[in-house]
């Protein structure tokens, strides 16, 4: 939790967020056991820094051993197939040794490190330096392990951001994860590191140019007011504009809390009484999006869009239906 840019609630400026005792390796082998019982058929695996928690081996080889129905459309059709779920490990890359790569090759295990810069990464986590991240990046395609670049993007690291994503795809990353900054957590305190509409879209165009010279592809991790970006543009780099938390995934926190997404400061149950979602009202307002903000009431692009991070939002502006901190520095629209 030492990154200037972490979400993470624990750290946020004046507290306020519970703290309990972390289940133990035995507690979340149940939880995956429940989940993919239940079709939950993608788990990562993240932090704060996931390599720190005593037994994760052990977490990680229970949920490869685990089957799960996975349905996809081929060819036009639904097709069902029980395997086991698919696997992703999200590190800072400091606790990343050959061990650990040579575990994640053989358990079939993404991983993913984080590279928030190369002249500023100190700057930005405390800790590391880019030598020992692109290192890694290096031995992870020596044993044939395929690794994704994550870079959150501040206005400290935008300046460098070809330099940084082109160092990583050089020494061997094959994906990009990209994020713009939203504040939350420790990153409360660095609320001038927010992008403006300006920035996030030379953050994009900068990365289409270095997906393309590069021969790879990427994704940006966290939504987009639709007002702001045209996703259209970008062959190479996903981007979008729907909020996926209580919808296309969710977050079991390290007590075993469920919550909407990783940004969220809110617990809604704990993970033995998941099927009480159903009925939680916060949980509802993000499955039935109740929560667009009222500046974008009547807008014609609102059935494609959120209106950017609702957890973001909800972080800075105190509800889910606050404006998106991008559009709050703008006053909304391409301008």
Same mark, same amino acid.
């Given at each position: ?21 972390e289940?133990?390796?035995?507690e ?10 239940m ?15 005593? &037994? ?14 996975h349905?996809e459309?081929?060819d ?5 197939e ?5 696997l992703?490990?999200l ?7 050959p ?24 700057? =930005? ?7 020992q ?11 044939g ?14 300046p ?29 305190? =660095? ?6 509409a ?18 790879r592809f ?13 996703? &259209?543009?970008y062959?190479?780099l ?13 977050v079991?926190?390290p ?14 149950? =704990? ?12 949980w509802k307002r993000?499955?039935?999006r109740d ?6 009431g ?14 973001a939002? =909800?972080?800075? &502006?105190?509800?889910?239906d606050?404006p ?12």
């Amino acid at each position: 939790h030492r990154c200037g840019f972490c979400s993470c609630p624990w750290f946020a400026p004046g507290g306020g967020y519970a703290t309990r005792d972390e289940m133990s390796a035995a507690e979340w082998c149940a939880t995956i056991d429940r989940l993919t019982r239940m079709g939950v058929c993608n788990l990562a695996f993240t932090g704060g820094e996931a390599l720190l928690k005593e &037994g994760l081996f052990d977490i990680i080889r229970h949920a490869a051993s685990c089957t799960v129905e996975h349905i996809e459309t081929r060819d036009g059709v639904l097709a069902a197939e029980f395997r086991a779920p698919n696997l992703y490990l999200l590190s800072n890359g400091t606790a990343v040794t050959p061990a650990v790569l040579k575990f994640c090759r053989d358990q079939r295990v993404q991983l993913s490190m984080s590279l928030p810069g190369l002249a500023t990464l100190r700057e =930005h986590t405390g800790i590391g330096a880019p030598d020992q991240i692109l290192e890694n990046f290096r031995a992870a395609k020596a044993l044939g392990l395929r690794t994704v670049a994550s870079i959150t993007v501040t206005k400290r690291n935008l300046p460098e951001l070809y330099q940084t994503i082109a160092a990583a795809f050089l020494a061997g990353a094959q994906q990009l994860l990209l994020n713009r900054f939203l504040p939350g957590g420790r990153g409360l305190e =660095h609320r001038d590191w927010v992008l403006d509409a300006r920035e996030v879209r030379q953050m994009l165009d900068t990365a289409e140019e270095a997906l393309t010279d590069a021969g790879r592809f990427g994704s940006v991790g966290t939504e987009l007011p639709r007002c702001i970006v045209e996703p &259209g543009k970008y062959k190479r780099l996903t981007v979008g504009t729907r909020c996926s938390a209580a919808q296309g995934f969710f977050v079991v926190g390290p007590a075993g809390y469920v919550r909407v997404c990783n940004h969220s400061p809110v617990d809604l149950v =704990h993970v033995s009484d998941i099927e009480l979602l159903k009925q939680n009202p916060y949980w509802k307002r993000f499955t039935q999006r109740d929560y667009l903000p009222k500046q974008c009431g009547g807008c014609a692009q609102a059935v494609d869009c959120d209106g950017g991070c609702r957890e973001a939002s =909800h972080v800075v &502006g105190g509800a889910v239906d606050s404006p998106d901190p991008l559009l709050v520095q703008c006053g909304g629209g391409l301008g």
